[in-house]
């Protein structure tokens, strides 16, 4: 049997991680300034996450949501707490966009409404409904086409309220990235997250902060959205939560009720996934991860903007993009090849930066060395 060949290979094996690093078959290292697409939260193999995994498989690893399982309860009274959405209500998923997929599903059930707005640019996941609300023809099926979903300009406060002053009562629910990952490291401005706020509150709307890519720490607050100072309906979760053990979720304020058999999943919430999200979730308070990333995201964009052929240097915390000049199109695969250094990119011309929450100041001078090493070879062969 062969692989369905769905994944533009970069032809490296990876055998081992550790922290910020990663190495290969013949013991080549590696800086991992892409967090494995934004997904080490708190360091590869971290040892207490190791741990707390392997202590939970020895005692069960699954049950299903047929019965009370008291780890479930302990991780949403956890990420309440750290998150500061205490009374929201936590339900549990496997992957992104099976969390945007519930999200959007539950604003439908609470509002009895069928449209949703998603803006250009946007990444929401692959499934139905989430990758009917992602701006890319290219990945939507023919079964996925829906006229559900209305697309608006990111960031554009008039094309949203007349959207809203003309449909207002259809809206069921919008959706928004804090920061646009796919799409290129695009920051959502404070004011139209509050605007997204006040016109959901207006039009009996569901405000779904995406926050699979950007949230969990990464921009330096727990949600990218906190930023605004408003409070989300729903928030999604997935990447970062179990720093590599598939786990996702929704946070779900509390005027959205319940009722049985409305949502429901096989694999979501199991003791081992929650084992592994709680390792995170300790990991980062004990470490002051999120104070981490917003430190040394900070230094690192201050470095970014005075390296000469970067454009537009921009991000929160460990979430950061720039782009290219044409003579440094080549830069990821250089970095990577030659400098043994992993970058994200978003196309044409992007670099994304999503390294571990844990790097350190160290990791960081290593990668601005290379990056300057890797810009001036390219220079001289331009
Ligand atoms: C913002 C955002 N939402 C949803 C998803 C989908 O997540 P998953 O690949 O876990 O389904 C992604 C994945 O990149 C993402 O960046």
Redesign the pocket.
Known sequence: MTLFDVYPLNNITITSAKGSYVWDQDGVQYLDMYGG??VISIGHTHPHWVKRIEDQLEKIAFYSNSVVIPIQKELAAKLGRLSGKEDYQLFLCN??????ENALKLASFYNGRKKIIAFKKS?????SL?VAATDNPAIVAPVNETDHVIFLPFNDEAALKACFAKMGKEISSVII?GI???GGINIANDSFLELIRTLCDEHGAVYIA?S???GYGRSGKFFAHDFAGVNADIY?M??GMGNGFPV?GILIAPKIQPKHGMLGTTFGGNQLACAAALAVLEVMEEEKLIENAKVNGEYLIEKLKAVEGLKNVRGRGLMIGFDLSDELKELKKKLLFDFKVFTGEAKPNVIRLLPSLAISRKQIDEFLFSLGEAIAELREKA
């Open positions: 697409h934004a992957s992104g966009a099976e969390a945007n990444f929401h996941g692959r499934t989430a990235e646009q990952g796919v995406d699979v890519q950007c999604t997935a990447k996702a």
